[in-house]
């Protein structure tokens, strides 16, 4: 999916090889951007190694796991800068709607599973069975059984 919407490498590796790889690609330097959805302690102090200096850590994700493996050196060494997000408006939400539905992202390799409004309980146990396999279920009030 990330190949099909523009990515010009992908890895797949363990995180100390996906370290050495980004390093790799990027000939020693590091990447420019890093952008985790994860929002780990681990997913933080790896993306750091990653970057370039000067780099850009964006975080959209939430966890309330403390991130005792990043100290204030790596910051301040690298002279890294860090975004955090913030829960979305209605006015996000709107922008979000309207761009999707005029079609200029192809959004369907984001979508698993579709259920009815009447199959929530099935598709809440779906992702219990297989949370590895699922990306998004989405319930549709519209559908019927």
Known sequence: ??????????????????VDEVLRLTEGEGAEVIIDTVG???????????????????????????????SAFQLYHKEITVHGARAMTPADIDE????VASGKFDLSGFVTMRYPLTGV????????RNPDRILRIVIDSRATD
Do not use: H, K, N, W
Request: aromatic residues 10%; hydrophobic residues 45%.
């Open 1 to 18: 999916m990330a190949s099909r919407m523009g990515a010009q490498y992908l890895v797949a590796a363990s995180v100390e090889a996906a």
């Open 40 to 70: 780990g302690a681990d997913t933080l102090s790896v993306g750091i190694r990653m970057l370039r200096p000067g780099g850009r850590f964006c975080s959209y994700s939430a966890s309330s796991e403390p991130f005792a493996s990043v």
């Open 96 to 99: 979000s709607i309207d761009l």
């Open 121 to 128: 309980a099935a598709a809440f146990e779906e992702y219990e």
